[in-house]
Nanobody, 115 residues
Framework: QVQLVESGGGLVQAGGSLRLSCAAS????????MGWFRQAPGKEREFVAR?????SYADSVKGRFTISRDNAKNTVYLQMNSLKPEDTAVYYC???????????WGQGTQVTVSS
């Protein structure tokens, strides 16, 4: 069983930055596709970014957010710059392991951006 633990959420003013971290268990982390998703109040969970050997982003965060990973530390990061109030959500780390979909999820970390 793979466990994912997010950290780094908090309250920030619009235009500010935060970096989220997600520590994963497991001995083959480098083989995991990792992703970040978010869910705002009253809305469905949505894709934010993913990384394996390449990266991809939702249009809403492209140019502002950067996903990266450190395989030696079993950790994936989400650097969020130029934050907007509409980025307010619970952010979830996810792993896609021997599956065609993300099948492991963290508990989520709250990000609140004030205007």
């Amino acid at each position: 069983q793979v466990q994912l633990v997010e950290s780094g959420g908090g309250l920030v003013q619009a235009g500010g930055s935060l970096r989220l971290s997600c520590a994963a268990s497991g001995r083959t982390f480098s083989s995991y596709v990792m992703g970040w998703f978010r869910q705002a109040p009253g809305k469905e969970r949505e894709f934010v970014a993913r990384i394996y050997w390449s990266t991809s982003y939702a249009d809403s965060v492209k140019g502002r957010f950067t996903i990266s990973r450190d395989n030696a530390k079993n950790t994936v990061y989400l650097q969020m710059n130029s934050l907007k109030p509409e980025d307010t959500a619970v952010y979830y780390c996810a792993a896609q392991i021997t599956s065609t979909r993300f099948n492991y999820w963290g508990q989520g970390t709250q990000v609140t951006v004030s205007s």
